[in-house]
């Protein structure tokens, strides 16, 4: 949920913060990628904002909120398994021909 006065990318740090202990000064957020999906949850429309983050220390501790059982690193092919939807897969493949496309890059 969006705190008032945070603007979209705040409260996506906010969040990251609150539910798995990552706070800015461990992220490297990619400015020049961000997806939108939109999907109804008990009929009301919701709309959901994905960036990407680098983790500068790729050793960092994740500590998750109540919210969460488990996480874990994957390969693409696994994260789009374990997405369970299309648009989120569709989001994770874009990401990821996104950061192919800025590695190219000289």
Known sequence: HVDPGED????????????AGLGVE???????????????VRGKPKEVLYWLAEL?????????????????????????SLAGYKDLQETLKAAHRHLEAQQDKP
């Open 8 to 19: 979209d990318l705040t409260t996506a740090l906010r969040e990251t913060k609150e539910e």
């Open 26 to 40: 461990h992220l490297q957020v990619v400015d020049s990628f961000v997806q939108k999906l939109n999907y109804k």
């Open 56 to 80: 500068r220390d790729p050793g960092t501790a994740v500590t998750l909120s109540d919210e969460h059982q488990d996480y874990r690193w994957v390969q693409l092919e696994e994260a789009c």
